[in-house]
């Protein structure tokens, strides 16, 4: 198995044993050589104890998604060594702790099985429990530095980097690396077949995760009032957040902080939160993730009828219920799309990386206020917890935030009466004052009927006239969501139709597809409601395979409510068992359906 | 129904606050509770409270969930912004609220319903922060607009209109509060204007949560012989302990206050409550003592009323968490993040 820069690594540990700042040294390392990775990191929801994984996959490609192959496996894990070991690929390496015997009947004749005494070499060179079991880990990077012939300089310079303030730390740990390193390189024939070498395609590029990309979008965004929940895997999103604004949110002149992060009682008043703040006209947000939605749903009709912005990122887990709280799903399509009672909807920001959860944080901000209701970004575990290497983000100096439909003192005053709900312009949008301004804009906001004036009222004409007004509404959101990604030839008759995490693998397939002369289209929805773009991209093409990770096809069952889109023409491609999208599922799925159309 | 507009009487010799506004300029709606409800003579002593403390309707914001409490918002200052929220949520708006602009005054008008069942964990979560907020609990010990269900108020053995009475162990707001550590802890009477406006002025001014609890009967549900929220029972065990009367800043202390029986409280905009102790021993300074003084006269029937506690020394939500005093809805956007520039520094640290 020769191969250079297109390796997928494993490595099996136990959660808490502080493997993830080994993992990240190893897999920055291989990046700081201008190689692309794609982290995936597969935690269980404890503390410390229970397995955990990372995997690296090293694609020269630059490729997005996880592979569904392992080449190597750093199995430091013997409650699940058995495990690991079946999964590696035929011909792939296997590297195990040997200070410990593993019994005989565990090995595979198609592997090849290194055996490193790590803990023995960690515990004569290390003093201390802690300190020699986190060496240990560090000693594999070592290893795996020279079996794939990682540049050592490269180690040693994060090494510095990280440790720059504690510098002791930075000799012990590179004793470590050359620890593995050197055992490796004296009892192994070093590189192995399948190698890495330096390129040239990761300068422009970092590697981030969405969560701190999100919350890094939010700072820029100009949001003050941060009011959440904990929920994995949301949490670090406000983490992030607040470790932006506690460097940049100090006033100048009275030191005092110009953001207010409220960690909520529950879901329910992390939404009432934002929505209070949202009406005295300060951009609030909260992430939270399905049960949090589900929480926030009668708060969230409440912000539809009475017209106010509001910034919710869910970052989906594994559902129904509490689910798998560390595996991801798109599951929450439908549930944030239509949450609450009556007729309500909302609007969904479909990032498919972190750079998009950098963007669209910004988008978020301004589409509520433009159109004044909740506006939800459904990022997912996959994008939100795991490292990504995308393009540097931007941020233009030039950005006019839209601040939407809001008048001033001096508007209200020369105004002989203000009416909160009047649709004057006719794009179903009103105009909305804020409370400490003027007294003749004052109104009484509410979520029980009312009139386009914004009095109460039972009456029926009066009523529809306001929930139909918000149909207008709708199609101006149309209008301005964020548009899809396409890529079209008119040659190719059929196409496929994901959003979000699901992003990568698809681009991913449709270059496997090609590769068996399989050509498609693609459209990757950024937003909901749908643009026209993704209406007639569906008009364009006799079958689209539409690609998402939840049981149920909620995706498809959106197209089909909102684009009217003929269901015969929506074939499903569903991914719902928690881990990441892999191109081979897409391929083999869509390659079985492409057969049956064929044949019919 | 509170789209009637209510016809504006002034007449030319009526009196004038500081700002030139009469008292007709903080009425509302046109009530829609029942005649009698005590909850409207609530919402006359707020229009006095206001009116007297000279506020700009635009800087008062009104909150509210839903209940015939709730509805009462509508009802004072229809030239202030009002937020009708929904069931027992008023707590968490108000906060949001005000995190976003710290200079508007906040009234939350609640009831039993909305802040001791649905709502008790947002009621209980504003009082842990110390949110800068006048939180008034029209507490009638029933659920109106859903026809006469006990509330968690309701006090054991008190009767319903049809049914058995109630068994289960009331909620007392003013001890909840007194637990929880709230700063300004008020109980009145709907009936009782003298001592209800001063009250919700002080509560206005506090800087930090200010709880006052009104009884304040419903007519229709809970009026009748063996309530123990009825007007005729609570005139009847209506138990004064400290009176409090509002002092407008610049004004001297002119009433005569018997040695010991008085105490002043100075609050941030130079105005002074002065507690009037009626009953001598009761410290309003104590959690411990007024705890302990309230069980023992709830204990024997009473209801005990007055500014039952005080404690000035803890800092409001912003203050405790060292934020800017410009509300943050006011500061410029485009202060609020530090350029591309700064932007390529930042993602250094990702490569």
Redesign the interface.
């Known amino acids: 198995m020769a191969s250079v820069n297109d390796v997928v690594i494993k490595i099996g540990t136990v959660n808490g044993t502080g493997s993830a700042s080994a993992n990240g040294l190893l897999m920055k390392s291989i990046?700081?050589m201008g190689i692309p990775v794609v982290g995936k990191n597969y935690f269980p929801s404890n503390i410390q104890g229970l397995p955990t994984w990372y995997e690296i996959r090293v694609t020269s490609d630059g490729y997005q998604a996880r592979s569904n192959r392992v080449d190597l496996m750093v199995a430091m894990n013997a409650q699940t060594y058995a495990r690991d070991l079946a999964e590696l690929e035929p011909g792939g390496w296997l590297v195990y702790d040997s200070t410990w015997p593993r019994s005989k009947l565990l090995d595979r004749d198609d592997v090849t099985v290194l055996g490193i005494p790590l803990s023995k070499m960690c515990n004569e060179n290390f003093d201390g429990a802690r300190a020699r079991i986190l060496m240990k880990n560090i000693a594999y990077v070592g290893a795996v530095a020279a079996l794939l012939d990682i540049d050592l300089t490269t180690i040693t310079t994060l090494l510095e980097e990280t440790f720059a303030s504690k510098p002791h730390l930075i000799d012990s740990n590179m004793k470590a690396i050359r620890l593995g390193y050197d055992y490796a390189t004296e009892n192994f024939v070093c590189p192995l077949p399948m190698k890495v070498e330096p390129m040239d395609r990761t300068k422009g590029?970092?590697?981030?995760d969405g969560n701190?990309a999100a919350g890094?979008g939010c700072?820029?965004?100009?949001a003050?009032?941060g009011?959440w929940y904990p929920i994995t895997p949301s949490t670090s999103l406000m983490d992030a957040f607040r470790s932006?604004c506690s460097k940049?949110?100090v006033?100048e002149e009275?030191g005092?902080?110009?953001?207010?992060i409220?960690q909520?009682?529950?879901e329910?008043?992390?939404?009432?939160?934002?929505?209070?703040?949202?009406?005295?006209?300060?951009?609030?947000f909260t992430p939270t993730s399905g049960p949090g939605i589900s929480l926030m749903s009668?708060?969230l009709g409440?912000a539809y009828y009475a017209e106010l912005p509001a910034v919710v990122f869910n970052v989906q887990r594994t559902g129904p219920s509490t689910g798998m709280p560390t595996r991801t799903q798109q599951a929450d399509i439908l549930s944030c799309a239509y949450a609450s009672h009556g007729d309500t909807k909302h609007v969904l920001l479909f990032p498919c990386d972190p750079a998009e959860c950098f963007t669209m944080a910004q988008d978020a901000f301004d589409l509520p206020e433009r159109l004044q209701t909740p506006v939800m970004v459904l990022s997912d575990l996959d994008i939100g917890m795991n490292d990504w290497m995308v393009p540097?983000?931007?941020?233009?100096?030039g950005r006019v935030?839209d601040?939407g439909k809001v008048l001033s003192a001096d508007d209200v005053e020369n105004m002989e009466k203000f009416y909160r709900y009047l649709d004057v312009d006719g794009d179903g949008i009103p105009y909305r004052?804020?409370?400490?301004?003027?007294?003749?804009?004052?109104?009484?906001?509410?979520?029980?009927g009312h009139?386009k004036y914004g009095?109460?009222?039972?009456d029926s004409d009066e009523y529809q006239d306001v929930v139909d007004r918000l149909l207008l509404k709708w199609e101006t959101a149309r209008s301005i969501v964020p548009e899809p990604e396409i890529q079209y030839s008119k040659f190719n008759k059929a196409g496929i139709l994901s959003v979000g995490s699901s992003d990568g693998a698809c681009k991913e397939a449709l270059d496997w597809l090609n590769a068996q002369n399989i050509a498609m289209n693609y459209c990757c929805a950024k937003a909901f409601p749908f643009s026209d773009s993704v209406r007639e991209f569906i008009e364009q093409h006799d079958v689209i395979y539409v690609v998402e990770q939840n049981r149920d096809a909620q995706l498809r069952t959106l197209l089909m409510l909102d684009c009217d889109a003929d269901p015969k023409k929506l074939v499903s491609v569903l991914h719902y068992n928690g881990m990441s999208l892999n191109a081979e599922f897409v391929v083999k799925r869509v390659l079985e359906e492409h057969s049956k159309g064929q044949a019919a | 129904?509170?789209?009637i507009a209510k016809p504006k009487i002034s007449h030319p010799g009526m009196p004038r606050n500081s700002l030139g506004l009469t008292v007709r300029d903080y009425e509302g709606a046109v009530s829609t509770l029942c005649a009698g409800c005590g909850h409207d003579s609530v919402t006359a002593a707020i229009i006095q409270a206001v009116f007297q403390l000279n506020i700009?309707?635009?800087?008062l914001?009104k909150?509210s969930g839903i209940g015939c409490s709730s509805k009462t918002?509508?009802y004072f200052v229809?030239?202030?912004?009002?937020?009708?929220?929904?069931h027992g949520?008023m707590?968490?708006?108000?906060?949001?609220?005000?995190?976003?602009?710290r200079?508007?005054t906040y009234i939350g008008v609640s009831g039993d319903g909305d802040s001791l069942s649905i709502g008790a964990?947002?009621f209980?979560?504003a009082i842990r922060?110390n949110l800068n907020m006048c939180y008034i609990i029209e507490n009638n010990g029933v659920y109106g607009l859903t026809k006469g269900q006990f509330s968690a108020s309701a006090d054991i053995g008190t009767k319903p209109k049809k049914g058995l009475p109630n068994q289960q162990e009331p909620i007392d707001p003013v001890s909840t509060a007194i637990a929880l550590g709230a700063t300004y802890i008020a109980r009145s009477f709907s009936g009782d204007k003298d001592q209800l406006i001063p009250l919700i002025q002080g509560a206005l001014l506090h800087d930090g949560f200010a709880l006052v609890d009104v009884i304040s009967p419903c007519v229709t549900f809970n009026d009748h012989e063996g309530s123990t929220k009825s007007y005729a029972h609570t005139r009847e065990f209506y138990h004064h302990v400290v009176e409090a009367d509002y002092i407008p800043p610049a004004e001297e202390i002119k009433a005569q206050y018997d040695e010991g029986s008085a105490m002043s409280i100075e609050l941030h905009d130079g105005s002074k409550i002065v507690l009037r102790k009626i009953e001598s021993e009761y410290d309003p300074t104590s959690r411990a003592a007024a705890f302990k003084y309230l069980r023992e006269r709830f204990n024997a029937g009473e209801i005990t009323t007055g500014l039952l506690y005080f404690d000035d020394s803890r800092k409001e939500m912003?203050d405790l968490?060292?934020?800017?005093?410009?509300?943050?809805?006011?500061?410029p956007?485009d202060?609020?993040?530090?350029?591309?520039a700064?932007?390529?520094k930042?993602?250094s640290r990702?490569?």
């Open positions: 990046f700081r590029h970092i590697i981030v701190t890094l700072m820029y965004a100009g003050t009032v009011a932006f940049y949110r006033d009275s005092k902080r110009t953001y207010c409220i909520a009682e529950d329910l008043a992390a939404i009432g939160m934002v929505l209070g703040a949202s009406w005295n006209g300060a951009r609030s009668e708060f409440y540097d983000f931007e941020y233009d100096d935030p601040r004052t804020l409370p400490g301004q003027h007294p003749k804009g004052s109104f009484f906001t509410r979520g029980s009139t009095g109460y009222t039972e | 129904m509170t789209y700009e309707p635009h800087m914001a909150m918002p509508a229809s030239q202030s912004h009002g937020f009708n929220s929904v949520r707590p968490s708006v108000t906060t949001g609220a005000n995190a976003a602009n200079k508007l964990g947002q209980v979560h922060r912003h968490m060292g934020n800017i005093e410009t509300p943050l809805s006011e500061y956007l202060k609020l993040q530090p350029g591309n700064e932007l390529k930042i993602l990702y490569r």
